[in-house]
């Protein structure tokens, strides 16, 4: 059975910065594109970024300039890169494997609190 497990969230001061890990066990690393997602009590789940196998990277407006997400392939391990940080960046952070263009399951992580104050 496969898992992602992300780790690296915290309280951070507006302007501060903070590193996301994703860890990947069980699953192809290859076949999926690794996304990072992240949601605010009582509001949608937001796609904050993504990463496909060959490494092209996209990000959602409200993160871009200053949000980065990378991956160590030797490590099945994808990366999220926070500078600049605002107070509408408070919420959870989940890491998803998606398969879905290789024909591979998807795997959720349980997700890391980033927390901004005003």
């Known amino acids: 059975q496969g898992q992602v497990v992300e780790s690296g969230g915290g309280l951070v001061q507006p302007g501060g910065s903070l590193r996301l890990s994703c860890a990947t066990y069980?699953?192809?690393?290859?076949?999926?594109?690794m996304r990072w997602y992240r949601q605010a009590p009582g509001k949608e789940r937001e796609l904050v970024a993504s990463?496909?196998?060959?490494?092209?990277?996209t990000y959602g407006d409200s993160v871009k300039g200053r949000f980065t997400i990378s991956k160590d392939n030797t490590k099945s391990t994808v990366y999220l890169q926070m500078t600049a940080l605002k107070p509408e960046d408070t919420g959870v952070y989940y890491c998803n494997a998606d398969g879905a263009a290789f024909l591979q399951p998807d795997y959720w992580g349980q997700g890391t609190q980033v927390t901004v104050p005003s």
């Open positions: 069980g699953i192809i690393f290859a076949r999926h594109i």
């Open positions: 990463i496909t196998p060959g490494g092209g990277p």
